[in-house]
């Protein structure tokens, strides 16, 4: 098994590599396809890595990372599974790639918001749709109420 090579993206500017040794792989039966050789074949497969101890991560990253994927986490190990392929090897391969994407986004920096401003016409368009609605209920009160 090789190393995970994260491509550079936000939050990871240089890209990363997780080194072999802290992936945890293990293998079942998976319930899709098959064929004849469902009975025989682990063709499933989990990918899990413990953010918590990972060298790949420095401490910004390995903070974002925990907040980001605060759900999806059990403890501090992140988990994926594969199970679309019949063979063992695309499976690896397939949550290998997808154990690189959920890092990827999950390093991404949080985009912040920018508070905005009505514009001087759209607060202009409010007040005349007020002040119509206002003249049409003051004509549909009885004569005399005012």
């Known amino acids: 098994m090789d190393d995970l090579r994260i491509m550079p993206g936000p939050g990871c500017p240089h890209g990363l590599v997780v080194p072999a040794g802290e992936l945890v792989e293990r293998f079942s039966h998976a319930s899709g396809p098959g064929g004849q050789g469902v009975n025989t074949a682990d063709s499933r497969v989990q990918l899990s890595l413990d953010l918590a101890t990972t060298t790949a991560l420095d401490n910004v990253q390995r903070q974002?990372?925990?907040?980001?994927?605060?759900?999806?986490?059990?403890?501090?190990?992140?988990t994926v599974a594969a199970a679309e392929h019949r063979s063992q090897r695309r499976n690896r391969v397939a949550a290998r790639e997808r154990l690189a994407a959920v890092l990827?986004?999950?390093?991404?920096?949080?985009?912040?918001?920018?508070?905005?401003?009505?514009?001087?016409?759209?607060?202009m368009r409010r007040l005349a749709d007020k002040k119509k609605r206002s003249e049409l209920k003051v004509g549909r009160r009885r004569p005399g109420m005012e």
């Open 64 to 78: 974002r990372a925990l907040t980001h994927l605060g759900e999806r986490l059990n403890g501090s190990v992140l």
């Open 104 to 123: 990827r986004a999950s390093l991404a920096p949080p985009r912040l918001r920018r508070p905005t401003k009505p514009s001087r016409a759209a607060k």
